[in-house]
């Protein structure tokens, strides 16, 4: 059950979203267990943001939340993935891209808990 939240300052066409949405389903795979069957994606640009003071350039705050834990290695693996799929998307420069990961004990789906 991960989802993954993406907010930046620049606008993102519905052919960049789709694009990155399949990119993100293969991505969350290099997290044992997970798939992109339960994977949730949303998406805010536009946003008013500042990095360093400044938002004269493209930025991105990312949120992964999964229910369960993973390792640091496949963390690792995945914010290189979505560092790189914003590059080659947006052209984000991976230095303007948080990624925040969240473990989750407790997820509820179709009425009941996990």
């Not at 993100?24 to 069957?37: D, N, Q, T, V, W």
């Amino acid at each position: 059950m991960p989802y993954i939240s993406t907010k930046t300052n620049i606008v993102i066409t519905k052919e960049k979203e789709t694009t990155i949405k399949e990119k993100l389903g293969k991505a969350i795979e290099l997290i044992p267990g997970k798939s992109e069957h339960w994977l949730m994606l949303s998406f805010e640009d536009n946003a008013s943001m500042y990095f360093q003071g400044k938002s004269d350039s493209g930025i991105a705050f990312v949120e992964v939340k999964l229910f369960g834990s993973a390792s640091s290695s496949a963390y690792d693996k995945l914010t290189a993935a979505i560092t790189d799929i914003l590059k080659e998307e947006l052209e984000l420069a991976p230095d303007k891209v948080y990624v925040k990961y969240e473990e989750v004990s407790n997820w509820g789906y179709n009425g009941n808990n996990f």
